[in-house]
């Protein structure tokens, strides 16, 4: 049974959840992740293919669209982290959006480049998650692939009480084209840079060859609680 929104959860997505869970129990134990180490999410540009029309199906699983059964070309990657305040405290109630291109680097856009002909229609390209009392967002996704001018990269935006409060990118840790790419070239601050180039590694005990990117978004307000 395919997620509807990101609000309900069936049971595909209470396993889902158990199996994030874990993923995430491990990070949350890292020694020395103190709130004063934390560091401020860049902000980086919306670009220009946020979603011109949104899909029917906006949920958190882009490698399956509504009902269908073909998977979405591309590796599999569970993408998760947590919204958090500059203290480390989770943020609820924030609207994770992400938007990337598909495998053949066409993005579900009406001015997209690259073949629109060969977009593969199994890849939603936008997913939502609406967080909890934890803060944590989890997405079902490809790994993002280059496209002519960017390195390959997940655009991201946090909505809370229905204002764009960030809007960023992250990136493949290690990825040779970061190096060329203006945009993150552009986030001169190191550590900053650093905090949205994350592992893409493979899924402990995945069959499938699954794999696994954490990326902690740390937004620059304290909302009320
Ligand atoms: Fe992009």
Same mark, same amino acid.
């Given at each position: 049974m395919k997620r509807r929104t990101p609000y309900l959860i069936g049971s595909q997505d209470r396993r889902t959840f158990?199996?994030v ?10 020694? @020395?992740?103190?709130?004063? /180490?934390?560091?401020?999410? =860049?902000? #980086?540009? /919306?670009? =220009?293919?946020?979603p011109?029309?949104l899909p029917l199906d906006t949920d958190n699983d882009l490698i399956i669209v509504n009902d269908g059964t073909?998977p979405a070309?591309?590796?599999? +990657?569970?993408?998760? *982290? ?5 203290? *480390? ?6 609207l994770v959006e992400i938007? #990337?291109?598909?495998?053949? @680097?066409?993005?579900l %856009? &009406?001015?997209? *480049?690259?073949? $629109?002909? !060969?977009?593969?229609?199994n890849f939603q390209c936008f997913g939502r998650f609406l967080t909890g &009392? +934890? @803060?944590?967002y989890v997405f079902r996704t ?5 496209? =002519? @001018?960017? +390195?390959?990269?997940? %655009?991201?935006?946090? !909505?809370? !009480? *229905? ?9 493949? !840790?290690? %990825? =040779? #084209?970061? /190096? ?14 650093? &905090? ?17 990117? %954490?990326?902690? $978004? ?8």
């Amino acid at each position: 049974m395919k997620r509807r929104t990101p609000y309900l959860i069936g049971s595909q997505d209470r396993r889902t959840f158990l199996r994030v869970t874990a993923i995430t129990a491990a990070f949350f134990t890292v020694p @020395g992740a103190f709130a004063e /180490e934390l560091v401020r999410t =860049p902000r #980086q540009t /919306e670009g =220009p293919f946020y979603p011109d029309k949104l899909p029917l199906d906006t949920d958190n699983d882009l490698i399956i669209v509504n009902d269908g059964t073909t998977p979405a070309v591309g590796e599999i +990657t569970w993408l998760n *982290g947590r919204i958090l305040n500059e203290r *480390g405290e989770p943020i609820r109630n924030a609207l994770v959006e992400i938007w #990337q291109c598909d495998a053949t @680097g066409v993005y579900l %856009h &009406s001015r997209t *480049g690259g073949e $629109v002909s !060969k977009r593969d229609k199994n890849f939603q390209c936008f997913g939502r998650f609406l967080t909890g &009392s +934890t @803060g944590e967002y989890v997405f079902r996704t490809i790994k993002p692939v280059p496209y =002519p @001018g960017r +390195t390959p990269h997940i %655009h991201m935006a946090i !909505k809370i !009480k *229905g204002r764009k409060e960030l809007i960023t990118q992250c990136y493949i !840790k290690g %990825h =040779p #084209q970061n /190096e060329k790419d203006g945009i993150w070239k552009g986030i001169r601050d190191e550590k900053a840079r650093a &905090s949205v180039t994350i592992p893409f590694d493979p899924l402990k005990g995945s069959r499938i060859g699954e794999l696994a990117a %954490h990326f902690d $978004v740390v937004m620059g307000l304290t909302p009320e609680a």
